[in-house]
């Protein structure tokens, strides 16, 4: 692609005390031959040498937080002040693995003009073999440490919607309501995102509190009626059978299921049902996951 012919590309990326490993996202995406591609970062209330790196890359447009908003205040943010076409999310410890990626995606989604975004193919220290590159397949979401999405179709859907927890399931949010509006998402196998997952090792139980919460809560917004009666109650016995499985998260999980019923009310006051078909609606294949 010539720089005349490509459509505008925005790359974000919100970081908190990752200077150690930020670096490696950056360089990835000053590697991208896409011609037409900015890139932001927004610094999200960091207190470690973060604020050091600009110095490095002059090239980036850097914002600064004082307090930490999250990342999916975060991304809205970076997606609601931009004119691209185009939004490239990357995690500050995910890195592209070749240099060709953005070409390959936006070259995907110009080719279909209703297309909602592209998942990328996600490596990571549990599953780090690559994949060959045979084509694209949809998928029920993208995973958020790597993918684009078109502005135009997020601007439809209403962006992140708020979630009590900071983490968690807001990537299903917007791909159901993305697919309600007839948006799909492909992912591009063998095109490859490294997550190294600057997280493991850590204390996650309160990871698992805040999405047990946010999926219950994305649950009761987005499940019709009156298929919810029965989905929630189901989901509350997977988490059971999950427990029991590993029993370290049991109590942080029932915190979780607290939070939901603190926050059911404000849930519902929210809800926007998709269609059932969407809803039920499960292609082949799903992203990924690593997280």
């Excluded at 499985?245 to 009310?265: C, E, K, N, T, V």
């Amino acid at each position: 692609m010539n720089f005349a012919a490509s459509p505008s590309v925005l790359a974000g990326i919100t970081t908190r005390n990752r200077a150690d490993i930020l670096p490696k996202a950056l360089d990835s995406l000053r590697r991208q031959s896409y011609p037409n591609l900015s890139v932001c970062v927004i610094d999200d209330g960091s207190d470690d040498a973060t604020p050091a790196l600009r110095k490095n890359y002059p090239a980036i447009n850097w914002v600064r937080h004082e307090k930490s908003t999250g990342y999916m205040d975060s991304r809205n943010e970076l997606m609601r002040h931009t004119d691209a076409e185009y939004y490239l999310s990357l995690d500050d410890d995910a890195w592209f693995m070749r240099g060709d990626e953005i070409d390959l995606a936006i070259a995907h989604l110009q080719e279909r003009p209703t297309l909602g975004g592209i998942a990328f193919d996600i490596l990571s220290p549990d599953r780090a073999a690559p994949e060959e590159r045979t084509g694209a397949i949809p998928v029920s979401l993208f995973i958020g440490c790597g993918h684009v999405l078109r502005l135009s179709a997020v601007k439809r859907a209403g962006y992140y919607a708020p979630t009590p927890g900071a983490y968690g399931s807001e990537e299903k949010d917007l791909c159901l309501r993305l697919a309600d509006l007839g948006h799909r998402i492909d992912l591009l196998t063998g095109v490859h995102v490294w997550h190294d997952k600057a997280w493991a090792g850590r204390d996650n139980r309160p990871l698992h509190r805040s999405g047990v919460c946010n999926e219950m809560v994305m649950t009761l917004r987005r499940c019709p009626a009156p298929d919810f009666l029965l989905v929630l109650p189901l989901k509350v016995v997977s988490y059971l059978w999950f427990w029991l499985r590993h029993p370290r998260y049991f109590f942080s999980g029932l915190r979780g299921l607290a939070d939901f019923i603190r926050h059911s009310a404000g849930a519902w006051r929210t809800r926007q049902p998709v269609q059932r078909s969407t809803f039920w609606h499960r292609p082949k294949r799903r992203a990924s996951a690593s997280t």
